[in-house]
Each structure stands twice: as structure tokens, then as C-alpha cells.
């Protein structure tokens, strides 16, 4: 029964998880069949005329797109949103879990139901904002209001983290004559590492994968990001060279795999321990 279970229990996440790999892989094949090549179907997407790796180079270097600008704006929005992210959830979160004061509990309730409020309700009062102080096009625009900076889920999941850390490290802290910042500082952060890693690991996929915002607060070629100058990509070859266009993806998206792998341990481990504790 047991072995049975097993067997069972197995087969099924390797069902999830093929349902998640074999995009990728028809992605990553698919970008190196010929440039002009149909689609590519089951018999011949391992068995192409030729592996054309040359094809990352050809969008690496296409002329008509900087693309290497698009990737500097993308890697400036990215570390923007996550170092804002990082402080104002950091500083919420210690405020909603290490210090008495009236109402915190009530407030925190009221915070997290701004969780139930889609992003895209916010889309027309952000882009009335931006236009009034001029930040179209500018990377202010971009990082400032970007949809997800304000998003609780941040400071709860770094809130449910630092309500499981001792009590005492707290008063050790304050008799040694540390203020609120420098418990902070020395005393939760440092223990806080894997909620830190987790919550920096979801604003960088949000904001790097992020289509509808950029192409919103930017109409200069230089200003967009590389989801934007990708869609545009496509557009300039007019939806015909699969296998450019699968380059382009496969470009894009892999910033996001190396963060999330190198990330990995912490990440998983601050999902486990923020919910340790209500």
C-alpha cells in the first residue's frame, strides 16, 4: 500500500513538472532551427536540418532594436523596484511584528485587504500621476509606481518571518542599548535572510517579466524594457521566424532562471518558516 502510494504520489508530480519543462524545451530547440523554418512539430523538433546557435547573435546584434539597451533599462527598473520593495516591506513588516502600539493588529488586517485589489484598477490613477510629474519615459516613472512596490504580500510574508524570531534577541538588544533601527539592523536582518531572499526573488520575476506597465510609462525606443523591445521584436519580422523570436524569449527569460536557481535554497526556506507562526 505504501510502495503503491509512492508510485503514485510520484508519477504525479512528474506529471507537473513535465507540464512546466517541456515548454521550455520546445522553446530552447525551437530557437535553434533555421531562422525561417516552419514550426517545428513533435518528429522534428530534436531533428532539425541544423542547430543554428547563431540565431542569439543575429538578436543580440539586430540593428533595427538596442537591444542591449533594452536589457540595461530592464536590469535598472529590476533593482530599483527590489531594493524599494525590500526597504518598505522591511520596515512595515518590523512595525506590524516587533513593536507595540494601538491598532497595529487592526491595521495590519486593513493592509493586507489591499492584497484584494487587482493591479490593473491602479493602472489609470498611476498613469495620471506619472504624467502630471513628468516622469513618462524616465526610470523614475518606471520604479517609483510600479504596481507591485506597494503590494502587501511583501510585508507579510517578512511579518510572519520576524514574529518567529525569540522575543529575547529583542530585549538582549535593548538592554545592550539599541534603538528600533539598530535592531533592525544588527538583529532581525541578519536573521531574516531567507524571508529577505524570498520576497527579493518574487519582485525580481514580477518586475522583469512585466509586459503591461513599461509599455504604459514608455514611448522612447531607448527607455523600454527587454519584455517590451521583445514584443516588438516580433513585430519587426512580422510573427513569421519562430526561431528569432524563441531566441529573444529564451534571452529574456534567462536572468529569471538564474535568479530563482542561485536563490533557490533561501527562497524555499523563507516560504517554510513564514508560516510557521500566525
Partial sequence: MRTGRAIATYAVLLAIAATTVIPLVWMVC?????????????????????WHFENY??????????????????????????????ALCTLAAFGF?????????????????????????LIVPLFALVQRLGW????????????YLSTAFGTFLLRQFFITLPQSLDDAARIDGCGD?????????PSARPALATVAVFAFIWTWT??????????????????????????S???TQWSLQMAAAVITLTPVLIVF???????????VLSGLKE
Fill in 30 to 50: 525551437t530557437s535553434l532551427h533555421a531562422p525561417r523554418a516552419q514550426i517545428p512539430t513533435m518528429s522534428t523538433l530534436f531533428a532539425p536540418d541544423g
Fill in 57 to 86: 547573435w543575429t538578436v543580440l546584434t539586430y540593428g533595427e532594436l538596442p537591444i542591449w539597451r533594452f536589457a540595461l533599462n530592464s536590469f535598472i527598473v529590476t533593482a530599483g523596484v527590489v531594493v524599494l520593495q525590500l
Fill in 97 to 121: 511584528s516587533r513593536l507595540r502600539w494601538f491598532g497595529r493588529d487592526a491595521l495590519f488586517f486593513v493592509f493586507l485587504l489591499t492584497m484584494m485589489i487587482p493591479a490593473s484598477v
Fill in 136 to 147: 513618462l519615459d524616465t526610470y523614475w516613472g518606471l520604479i517609483i509606481p510600479y504596481p
Fill in 181 to 189: 533601527l539598530r535592531l533592525l539592523w544588527h538583529v532581525i536582518l
Fill in 210 to 235: 512585466d509586459f503591461y506597465w513599461p509599455l504604459l510609462a514608455t514611448s522612447a525606443t531607448t527607455m523600454r524594457t527587454l519584455e517590451v523591445g521583445l514584443s516588438v521584436f516580433r513585430d
Fill in 237 to 239: 519580422y512580422g510573427g
Fill in 261 to 271: 536557481l542561485a536563490m533557490q535554497r533561501f527562497f524555499v526556506r523563507g516560504v
